[in-house]
T-cell receptor, first 113, second 109 residues
Framework: SQTIHQWPATLVQPVGSPLSLECTVE??????LYWYRQAAGRGLQLLFY??????ISSEVPQNLSASRPQDRQFILSSKKLLLSDSGFYLC????????????FGDGTRLSIL | GQNIDQPTEMTATEGAIVQINCTYQTSGFNGLFWYQQHAGEAPTFLSY??LDGLEEKGRFSSFLSRSKGYSYLLLKELQMKDSASYLCAVIDSNYQLIWGAGTKLIIKP
């Protein structure tokens, strides 16, 4: 069966520091991969998605970036965090077919001080 | 623009039935998902509808009317553990997933 791992679970970072969140998927090949952010009490905001290695689509211009160095690895990064980057970050995967549900990792709660 | 509307919050009693509505205006339609999200946790997939009608899965059922741009999630025999947010999401004509803001369901004993 397929599993998705996302770490760390919580992170506290100072303003201006860098960020790297990692997500890996097991048990499937060539999945679609997604990064979302959820502000407290709000809906999901799609940040990035990828349909293959090295293919990244950005939905929201900001100081975050994403990379997919391997088929089942998706990384969210920032060179310099802002206070507004605080939130709950979720990685998700879906099968390559276009009407398949997305399955989420446990999320990373990021607090910027 | 694309829009999905859900009530912000609903309250129901343990053992009762509750219906959570979702209306959508999107550029095309290729399916609709319902997800459950407990506080502080990730969303989990509940159901998928692409054709009109009712899909039943145990205590949970989901209904779709494409002509009305409308879906609902029906929860029967409510349990305290059903207290969560319920998210509606629609696949548009470009196969992009459009998310609603979610409905927070509070179950009272």
């Amino acid at each position: 069966s397929q599993t998705i791992h996302q770490w760390p679970a919580t992170l506290v970072q100072p303003v201006g520091s860098p960020l790297s969140l990692e997500c890996t998927v097991e048990g499937t090949s060539n999945p679609n991969l997604y990064w979302y952010r959820q502000a407290a009490g709000r809906g999901l905001q799609l940040l990035f998605y990828s349909v293959g290695i090295g293919q990244i689509s950005s939905e929201v211009p900001q100081n975050l970036s994403a990379s997919r160095p391997q088929d089942r690895q998706f990384i969210l990064s920032s060179k310099k965090l802002l206070l507004s980057d605080s939130g709950f970050y979720l990685c998700a995967w879906s099968e390559g077919q276009e009407n398949q549900p997305q399955h989420f990792g446990d999320g990373t709660r990021l607090s910027i001080l | 623009g694309q829009n999905i509307d859900q009530p912000t919050e609903m309250t129901a009693t343990e053992g009762a039935i509750v219906q959570i509505n979702c209306t959508y205006q999107t550029s095309g339609f290729n399916g609709l998902f319902w997800y459950q999200q407990h506080a502080g946790e990730a969303p989990t997939f509940l159901s998928y509808n692409v054709l009109d009608g009712l899909e039943e899965k145990g205590r949970f059922s989901s209904f779709l009317s494409r002509s009305k741009g409308y879906s609902y999630l029906l929860l029967k025999e409510l349990q305290m553990k059903d207290s969560a947010s319920y998210l509606c999401a629609v696949i548009d004509s470009n196969y992009q997933l459009i998310w609603g803001a979610g409905t927070k369901l509070i179950i009272k004993p």
